[in-house]
Structures are given as C-alpha cells and as structure tokens.
C-alpha cells in the first residue's frame, strides 16, 4: 500500500490546516487510517487514527479541536486541525493499518507560529 499525504504548511497559532491522505495499492477493506506525528527531539506518537466503519480515536491533546474523517471509495483520510497551538508543530504522518502491520506515508511537515 502506498500513501500519498498534502495539505501541510506554516500557519499561525490558532488558525486551521487540512491534511489529506490518499492510499493505493492493494487495500483490505478492513483497515485503520490515521495521522501521527513527530515534534523535533520526540518520538513519533498518535494524534487521530479512525476505521473503516467510521470509528475515531484522538489522542487528548487534540480533543475538541482536530477531526479526522475518511472516504472509504476513494481511500482517502482527511484531519481537519483546528485552533492549532505551537505544540501541534511536527512532521505528520499518514498510516494505514492492517491488524499488526503498517504502512506510512512520506511526512508532512506543519508549523505552527506564534
């Protein structure tokens, strides 16, 4: 599976980006689609990662002000990030997931200023 992820940027803090991710290749139509991200000297961690029936998970942080959404047809997932703080700043990835094994995309980096 190939992903193809766009939308990153430079925005100021609490202003809005959109991320959206788009997966080819051989796709099982149960999966997980999701976004991580890896501020500079941290590990890569979670923010939103949603199923293919449509369930999301957040990670607290972005509770309230990031959704993620996805369109099954088109293989795509799309983050919606909102009210964005400078600690939202990092490169974010997009992944897809299939029970233990996942696929990431090629990184987009979001920065936040203040």
């Known amino acids: 599976v190939q992903l193809q992820a766009s939308g990153g940027g430079l925005v100021q803090a609490g202003g809005s980006l959109r991320l959206s991710c788009a997966a080819s290749?051989?796709?099982?139509?149960?999966?997980?689609m999701g976004w991580y991200r890896q501020a500079p000297g941290k590990q890569r961690e979670l923010v939103a990662e949603?199923?293919?029936?449509?369930?999301?998970t957040y990670v607290d942080s972005v509770k309230g002000r990031f959704s993620i959404s996805r369109d099954n047809a088109k293989n795509t997932v799309t983050l919606q990030m909102n009210s964005l703080k400078l600690e939202d700043t990092g490169v974010y990835y997009c992944?897809?997931?299939?029970?233990?094994?996942?696929?990431w995309g090629q990184g987009t980096l979001v920065t936040v200023s203040s």
């Open positions: 949603i199923t293919s029936g449509g369930r999301p």
């Open positions: 992944s897809y997931s299939v029970r233990a094994i996942t696929n």
């Open positions: 290749g051989s796709i099982r139509s149960n999966n997980v």
